[in-house]
């Protein structure tokens, strides 16, 4: 049977692209979507085409409730829980923190970190051998922000990301004894859409001059070291923090 792996925000962007892969690895794939529905079909259909095992489940990971019926509806359909890839996340418009509301704050905290806690916790009830499961890999998406701040812009989100590499360390040596790694990748400046949604389509090449590779990275080079984290090459690796950021 093939090894199960959960990727939230799994429709678009770094984490269709860890679908993708996964799948050519030999994985079956949960991809979850939050509300483009037709997005994640297609990813869906393109790991079937390739001979793949996938299904699309819908669930927005700040609310609790649909995090366990996504779960569930997991359980049901393909069984025991592998891995989980805690990708979900959102950015918001570009301003000083004198700018930031509560809500802005509110929403960025409950998707980026709530809803990666509630993830890994349904992932660690299933897959730590304490509880009759089998082990499995965890892997985080944070981002190289957590560690340069993003002044200017996005310093919530920065801040949102540092808490999940902090989250990252503390599950990894928690669960280390049951058979579950956990590990960060922290990508840098990917050209992907979630700039678009942030307000700044072309914020990938626009800072590129500050990356030491002088460009921006691509999402199937964040999977790359994503799905190494989740394979048995990576069976002594847990607690990491892998940055994929062009040297910057």
């Known amino acids: 049977m093939a090894p199960l792996v959960l990727i939230t925000g799994?429709?678009?962007?770094?984490?269709?692209?860890?679908?993708?892969l996964a799948a050519r690895r030999g994985f079956a794939v949960a991809v979850n979507y939050s509300a483009n529905s037709l997005a994640a079909d297609e990813v869906v259909r393109q790991i079937r085409q390739g001979g793949g095992q996938a299904m699309a489940v819908q669930a927005d990971v700040a609310i609790e409730a649909q995090v366990v019926a996504m779960f569930e509806k997991i359980d049901a359909k393909?069984?025991?829980?592998?891995?989980?890839?805690?990708?979900?996340?959102?950015?918001?418009?570009?301003?000083?923190?004198?700018?930031?509301?509560?809500?802005?704050?509110?929403?960025?905290?409950?998707?980026?970190?709530?809803?990666?806690?509630?993830?890994?916790?349904?992932?660690v009830r299933r897959m730590s051998t304490r509880h009759g499961g089998a082990g499995g890999a965890i892997v985080n998406v944070s981002s190289a922000a957590s560690r340069l701040g993003s002044p200017g812009q996005y310093v919530d989100y920065a801040a949102a990301k540092g808490a999940i590499d902090t989250f990252t360390l503390g599950l990894?040596?928690?669960?280390?004894?049951?058979?579950?790694?956990?590990?960060a990748v922290r990508p840098g400046l990917i050209e992907t859409?979630?700039?678009?949604?942030?307000?700044?389509?072309?914020?990938?090449?626009?800072l590129a001059p500050q990356v030491p590779m002088q460009r921006p990275g691509s999402a199937e080079e964040v999977a790359e070291s994503i799905v190494w984290l989740l394979g048995e090459q990576a069976s002594y690796t847990t607690g990491a923090l892998l940055d994929v950021a062009g040297g910057r």
Not at 172 to 183: F, L, P
């Open 78 to 123: 393909f069984g025991p829980l592998s891995a989980l890839v805690n990708n979900a996340g959102v950015v918001d418009q570009a301003v000083r923190v004198e700018a930031i509301t509560l809500a802005r704050l509110q929403r960025m905290f409950e998707i980026n970190v709530f809803g990666s806690f509630v993830c890994a916790r349904e992932a």
């Open 10 to 20: 799994g429709s678009r962007g770094i984490g269709a692209a860890t679908a993708l």
């Open 172 to 183: 990894a040596k928690e669960v280390a004894a049951e058979g579950i790694r956990v590990n």
């Open 193 to 206: 859409g979630i700039h678009a949604s942030g307000g700044l389509p072309g914020r990938a090449w626009d």
